[in-house]
């Protein structure tokens, strides 16, 4: 058997520590990306904080949904404007910006992208000519009959034998934390 060093963080008091640590075994083949973030929290930070697991899970969930999506050729960055168009069209860029969560030089060029690929058209509206709105094609609206069950089975996927009441228990937990940043940011604490 080989040995091999991990090196990973940890929290010693107020101070991240690097630890290194010498092991006489050969690690496990790691198979995929998802499963090296697996070991890495199992091994190396099992107490890190829980905003970089929350960032990995979606990651996670980002990996498999982009996967399917590209066997329909849909890019994933397309996913969210498009997510957020399905619930409404006729969006400004800037409120599309907005919705999506993405700054606007980000949606001009995938709003120009998925114009190029049939599934939006922008419009001006009402004789001001400034203001370009985006609307979903024929085309557009009829991805989401194809696209929205790939989503719902990379959340059963990741869900798996998870009880629903654990399930619906993390839904409530995430939404307060939301809430509570939101709080955060509405009272102006910046610290």
Do not use: C
């Not at 590209?70 to 997510?83: E, K, N």
């Amino acid at each position: 058997m080989s040995g091999y060093f991990s090196f990973g963080n940890f929290r010693r008091g107020n101070h991240n520590v690097a630890s290194v640590q010498r092991t006489d075994v050969t690690p496990p083949v790691v198979r995929n990306e998802t499963e090296l973030i697996l070991r890495h929290w199992q091994d190396a930070v099992p107490d890190d904080r829980l905003a970089h697991l929350i960032r990995d899970v979606a990651r996670a969930l980002e990996r498999r949904l982009q996967s399917r999506l590209a066997a329909h050729d849909i890019p994933f960055g397309h996913w969210t404007f498009l997510r957020v168009l399905w619930n409404g069209d006729g969006l400004t860029q800037r409120e599309l910006s907005r919705e999506a969560g993405v700054k606007e030089a980000t949606t001009t060029a995938v709003v120009r992208q998925m114009e190029q690929d049939g599934h939006v058209v922008r419009r001006h509206v009402g004789g001001n000519r400034r203001r370009q709105y985006v609307f979903l094609t024929t085309s557009g609206k009829a991805l989401e009959q194809h696209l929205i069950p790939l989503a719902i089975d990379v959340n059963k996927i990741a869900i798996g034998a998870i009880d629903e009441i654990k399930v619906t228990s993390m839904r409530e937990t995430l939404l307060t934390m939301i809430e509570n940043l939101a709080a955060s940011e509405n009272s102006g604490d910046n610290v």
